[in-house]
């Protein structure tokens, strides 16, 4: 066991390289055919297991993050701060130094002489970490977009999944698919006031598939 107070303050970002989690394996589904997409989780950690018990709310969540997070990695999760807070931990509430101590019968820091993490390793995530938000983006823009459109339309992952496979350039329509139904919308407002005929509004799959958005009415 050691003394938080023993260490000067960011000791853990300049000297320690990773946290590597104590009997990882009693946490792994164990199967290799796919993307791990959960963990095992034992009921006797909150009421048998005293290690784990009697640790504060923050340390606890702390501890499950961690094993997830070298399940997911294939190797020890990095001691890096920026890389953490993406993670959602908070050092303004709790220190990582003192979680660590705490942590220390449940988790092992590593040293930079045996670490295995690796700064593209860290660059890997930081681009997943991207595409994701990425991802996140064009689906938020898209769904504004359906939502807006007057005629028929099914579910929003439904119409999306369509249109990214009829079309390459979804992507770069995607930014710009609810301004130009605006404009369409103001356009046919503009006819039917002038009282010219207005055609009715096709389905969505059907305006997405024409690529109605290129035309001046839609």
């Known amino acids: 066991m050691f003394c ?20 990882l394996n009693e946490y792994n589904p164990g199967y290799k ?14 009421n048998a297991d005293p290690d784990f018990e009697l640790l504060c709310e923050i340390d606890k969540w702390r501890f499950v993050a961690l094993v997830m997070l070298e399940l997911q990695l294939k190797e020890p999760v990095p001691l890096n701060e920026e890389y953490l807070k993406r993670k959602g931990f908070d050092f303004k509430k709790r220190p990582m130094s003192l979680s660590l101590h705490m942590l220390h019968n449940l988790v092992d820091v590593v040293t930079e002489r045996n670490a295995t993490v690796t700064q593209s390793r860290l660059e890997e995530s930081r681009l997943e970490e991207k595409r994701k938000e990425d991802r996140d983006v064009i689906f938020l823009d898209f769904e504004d977009a359906q939502k807006l459109y007057p005629g028929t339309k099914r579910g929003v992952e439904t119409e ?3 249109f990214r496979k009829k079309h390459a350039d979804w992507k770069d329509v995607c930014p710009a698919l609810e301004l130009a139904i605006r404009m369409q919308i103001t356009k046919r407002e503009e006819m039917a006031n002038r009282k010219e005929f207005v055609p009715p509004w096709k389905n969505f799959k059907t305006y997405l598939y024409q690529r109605c958005w290129e035309s001046q009415i839609g």
Not at 10 to 21: N, P, Q, T
Not at 33 to 46: E, G, N, S, T
């Open 4 to 23: 938080v107070s023993a260490f000067p303050a960011g000791f853990f970002w300049c000297c320690m390289d990773a946290i590597h989690v104590k009997e």
């Open 33 to 46: 055919d796919r993307h791990l997409i959960w963990c095992k989780v034992y009921f006797k950690m909150i």
């Open 160 to 162: 999306l999944t369509d």
